[in-house]
């Protein structure tokens, strides 16, 4: 394995060099996620999107390709609950709710971690803080790639709040965060300063700028991502962030027995991100429950999964949507999990997602399908260029 000092340099001469040249790549199997896969496919790519994809797309002489003819491709993965790019939780616990910070402050460059996360798929983060606190910050989207400028790196900033609505904000100081009614009435009572900032801004007053994110996520502009779990979590959380307060919500954990909401979620389209959290074994009825699966048979359709990393490694989310798969989530549900639908959560699905003209080239070239675990990821590309090549790099970290 070559040292990681060899391997930045050789990503920053392949971005230097090849970043707006056009670049095919031919593979046996591509996923498009958008549609029926294209057998012996042919993707091209230039200044860092996807161009044409087919059977029959006309190789010009003397063009750079890539041969993968044995190989698939799909869109690269999505992460929706990840702590890697601040290197773990970060917390700010002196008050509960924070609607005023931001990830974007505490965030790092290309790390080990993210090299890793690299070489396995894993091409885009919604990097977000931990759960200690109600409203702890708004996360940042980022794309996983070697950057020397932070910015290079942002596909959407402010990302979505991340809320801690369960189990870990449950607080032992002296405010209301001891009891989950008591989060509630904090929720609420912040909620509603936002919407009062923002008609005072409307009518042309100052209004309190550290609600102007706030604000604007109640409005529809800005997405939000809230840590819940169990049934009566996944009710309580879909009542409060669609019934009470529309607005773009994606339920993130779902975990233990949340699935018995299912349906309730299903009525709303609500987005659920599952994990780190796969199956939950059922002392009701004996039975192991794929969380996934369950959610799906429930009609929730909008269904992403997640490694809320480190707790599960990150570089293996394309693990993740395997045991989905295994615990009885179909097969493309699974791989869609993977990539169309969390990127369609966050509302970047014009760029991300999926395999079509003009959409970013994030792609990942496996020896087999993104889900069978025996599979190498022998290629990913991020923007257009190359970030992890096994030829050249050696095995996955």
Aim: charge should be neutral; charged fraction near 20%.
């Amino acid at each position: 394995m070559k040292p990681l000092a060899a391997i930045l340099a050789c990503a920053f001469v392949s971005a230097s060099l090849h970043a707006s040249d056009p670049l095919f790549v031919r593979v046996a199997k591509a996923l498009t996620m958008r549609g029926r896969p294209v057998d012996h496919a042919v993707i091209a790519i230039e200044g860092g999107k996807i161009t044409r994809i087919g059977k029959d797309v006309a190789i010009p002489a003397g063009a750079r390709v890539l041969d993968h003819s044995t190989s698939w491709a799909c869109p690269g993965f999505i992460d929706l609950h990840s702590h890697i790019w601040s290197e773990g939780d970060t917390n700010e616990m002196g008050h509960p709710l924070n609607p005023e910070l931001r990830t974007l402050d505490a965030l790092v460059l290309w790390s080990e971690t993210m090299r890793r996360a690299s070489a396995s798929g894993v091409t885009t983060v919604l990097s977000i803080s931990g759960s200690g606190t109600n409203f702890s910050s708004f996360g940042t989207l980022l794309k996983v790639k070697p950057v020397r400028r932070l910015e290079d790196a942002i596909v959407m900033q402010p990302g979505a709040m991340k809320v801690a609505q369960d189990w870990n904000p449950e607080r032992r100081g002296g405010d209301l965060g001891a009891s989950r009614m008591g989060m509630s009435y904090g929720m609420r009572w912040m909620n509603d300063r936002a919407l009062a900032h923002a008609s005072a801004v409307r009518a042309g007053g100052p209004g309190d700028k550290e609600l102007d994110n706030l604000a604007a996520l109640l409005q529809g502009q800005i997405p939000v991502l809230i840590h819940t779990a169990s049934a009566r979590g996944v009710m309580n959380t879909v009542r409060m962030w669609h019934d009470e307060y529309p607005t773009r919500m994606v339920l993130s954990h779902g975990c233990f027995d949340g699935w018995r909401g299912a349906a309730y979620a299903a009525t709303r389209d609500v987005a659920i991100n599952n994990g780190p959290r796969m199956f939950e074994f059922s002392r009701v009825d004996g039975r192991m429950h794929g969380i996934c699966a369950e959610f799906a048979r429930a009609g929730v359709r909008r269904l992403s999964v997640n490694t809320d990393s480190p707790v599960v490694p990150q570089h293996e989310l394309a693990f993740q949507a395997s045991m989905a798969a295994w615990l009885g989530l179909p097969d493309y549900d699974a791989l869609e999990a993977l990539t169309y639908w969390p990127a369609e959560a966050l509302g970047v699905d014009h760029r991300l997602g999926s395999l079509e003209p003009g959409k970013d080239a994030d792609l990942v070239i496996t020896s087999g399908s993104p889900l069978d675990v025996r599979a190498a990821v022998e290629l990913v590309i991020v923007d257009g260029e190359i970030v992890f090549d096994r030829r050249r790099d050696g095995e996955r970290p």
